[in-house]
């Protein structure tokens, strides 16, 4: 009995687990199945683009051997984020990142207000739904696995 219990543990302990690939420059979420983009663009300036151009910038992504890239939603965004942190508020795991606010592809859902998108800042954690979509922000990508 001690044996299967014991399984069981170690299972949940690497189902919850994130693992940086280096080489690629990528980092899998083994609990929402997603890969992660984490490399030097994800903080380089010249990578901070408007929300139009963000997902663009996702959808032309070739990172890791894969092309299937896609600007992630408000909900996957927020899974990375590590709130028990501060300056960055980001899960350990990412080595590249800049302390400022991230495009997410979720619209801010009030008709009113059909040119802002949702972001996440990442010194604090904080969503934010004020930012207009001709902002420049930063992106980090996202694909399922």
Do not use: H
């Not at 994800?42 to 963000?54: G, L, R």
């Amino acid at each position: 009995m001690k044996k299967f219990i014991y399984i069981i543990v170690l299972f949940l302990y690497v189902d919850s687990k994130m693992i940086r690939d280096a080489t690629n420059e990528v980092v899998f979420d083994t609990t929402t199945k997603k890969m992660w983009q984490d490399d030097s663009k994800v903080k380089d300036i010249n990578y901070k683009v408007s929300w139009e151009a963000a997902i663009e910038v996702c959808e032309n992504l070739d990172l890791g051997g894969f092309t299937d890239w896609r600007l992630p939603n408000k909900n996957e965004l927020n899974t990375i984020v590590d709130l028990s942190k501060y300056d960055p508020s980001l899960s350990e795991i990412f080595i590249k990142y800049d302390l400022s606010s991230y495009w997410s592809s979720t619209n801010y859902g009030n008709s009113t207000a059909l040119n802002k998108a949702w972001s996440i800042n990442f010194t604090t954690g904080d969503t934010r739904a004020d930012q207009t979509k001709t902002e420049l922000l930063y992106v980090r990508c996202v694909r399922d696995l």
